[in-house]
């Protein structure tokens, strides 16, 4: 193949588009359809309860607008970090959900899933042997660590998915890869330079978000043995260089250069230049092979289980001085939970945010100005849930009714909800920043047909 045409609907599978570009992207003869199913953005819940953040509805929604366009085009459609976090749980959710729209809709497509999950001893084999390396700032991994996690995942190249789709898969559904992967796996088994398919997979990973209007659809990158093309799906929005050129700020450390695991992409000398008013020519991206290949781990653990209240400050003595009243708060709930309760600080522990003040930037909060209101969040994290609740509810009173000292009445402010405390259940963190040399294909598995894996 002289060329390969990338169709991305959207940055998220579950986020939803106008069907009609989809259309429009397999008229301009896209080769194939490419869409990351996760994220590690909306933090380690996901991950640790292997729970997807999108509904069941909306991922059926747009596997429907993908699996009939790719059907009738002859086309292979890729989805990604399936489920969120690419979980096994995931994989197969996402698969359950694709066969009842193959189902509706009359279609018969081959589909493979990739697993990405890991099991903690083997990492630990790998551990041993000095395969396990930090990433930085993290420190040295420590077996106790993978142990503790829920679930872990391999963040997967673009091998495993060009595995499955020379085997003949006309759907893959991968588990944890990187967001690039996902767009860059076809092309490069059609051939295509190294360079211009990773940076063209970089700049349309979200889909729309290099155009002038990233509500309006996706984009269709077309790359070749020079570079890569890429212009907007809706005929009303346009890609420019500047547009396309920032999306290598995006989620990199380095603008100029992304590690990905068998290499490093480097756009250093790229050149963007617009061929029209919607469409954008690039040229002069370069991948470095690396020596060894690597596959970054991502894993999570419970800390602890969480409560939440949550209530609204409008008396303006309080405002006035709003910080000393939630360090007021703070050493009071302190003092109670400890008469109350008999617990120490270290069995239990509370952060307390003010929306509308400062809860977002904190110290950095450039604003000095008394905010007119406040929400005021108290989220309790403690070794179970009772013990997590119990605190919250000796800090109802307080967020109902704390005068600052000078006060001469009880202020009353307005809790969110009835019951004010809200149990979040477990909570988790990401423990692990860390990568495996291995081989490409070592740490995944591919199935197709029936579910087979336990």
Request: proline residues 6%; charged residues 20%; contains cysteine.
């Amino acid at each position: 193949m002289d060329t390969v045409r990338v169709l991305a609907p959207s940055g998220m599978l579950g986020a939803g588009w106008d069907h009609a570009t989809v259309e429009r992207g397999i008229a301009l003869g896209a080769d194939v359809i490419s869409i990351d199913g996760g994220s590690t953005d909306s933090g380690p819940y996901y991950l640790g309860a292997a729970t997807a953040k999108t509904t069941a509805k909306a991922v059926a929604r747009d596997l429907r607008s993908l699996l009939t366009a790719a059907a009738g085009a002859g086309i292979p459609v890729v989805v990604g970090s399936c489920g969120t976090s690419g979980t096994d749980t995931g994989v197969d959710w996402v698969a359950g959900i694709a066969a009842e729209v193959m189902a509706a809709e009359g279609l018969d497509l081959k589909v493979a899933r990739i697993y990405s999950e890991q099991d903690a001893a083997a990492l630990k084999e790998h551990l041993g042997a000095g395969r396990v390396h930090p990433l930085t700032p993290s420190g040295e991994l420590a077996a106790e660590t993978l142990e503790s996690c829920t679930h872990i995942v391999g963040a997967m190249g673009h091998e495993p998915i060009v595995e499955a789709l020379r085997d003949g898969a006309q759907v893959v559904l991968a588990g944890r890869a990187t967001d690039t992967a996902v767009a860059a796996a076809y092309p490069l088994m059609k051939g295509m330079p190294a360079g211009p398919t990773w940076h063209a997979a970089k700049i349309i990973e979200c889909g729309g978000q290099c155009t002038s209007n990233p509500r309006a659809g996706g984009v269709l990158a077309t790359i070749d043995a020079g570079g890569f093309t890429i212009e907007p799906l809706d005929p009303e929005v346009a890609c420019t260089p500047i547009l396309v050129a920032a999306h290598m700020l995006y989620e990199t450390a380095n603008p100029f250069e992304m590690r990905e695991p068998d290499g490093t992409l480097d756009v250093r000398d790229a050149k963007y230049v617009a061929l029209d008013e919607r469409t954008v020519r690039v040229e002069g991206s370069q991948f470095h092979v690396a020596v060894q290949h690597t596959i970054k781990l991502e894993g999570a653990r419970i800390t602890g289980y969480e409560t939440m209240s949550f209530t609204a400050v409008r008396d303006p003595l309080v405002l006035a001085d709003i910080d000393a009243w939630a360090d007021l708060l703070r050493a009071v709930l302190t003092q109670r939970v400890t008469q109350t309760l008999g617990l120490s600080g270290g069995e239990y522990a509370f952060d307390l945010r003010l929306y509308g003040h400062n809860a977002v930037l904190g110290e950095l909060e450039p604003e000095s100005g008394p905010p007119r209101e406040v929400g005021v969040m108290l989220l309790v994290n403690a070794p179970d849930q009772a013990t997590a609740t119990a605190v919250a509810k000796i800090a109802n009173p307080l967020m109902l009714h704390l005068p600052t000292p000078g006060m001469d009445y009880l202020p009353s402010f307005a809790f969110a909800s009835s019951p004010a405390e809200v149990e979040r259940g477990a909570a988790y963190e990401f423990v692990l920043n860390h990568v495996v040399d291995c081989a490409p294909l070592e740490l995944f598995r591919i199935e197709t047909g029936e579910k087979t894996h336990a």
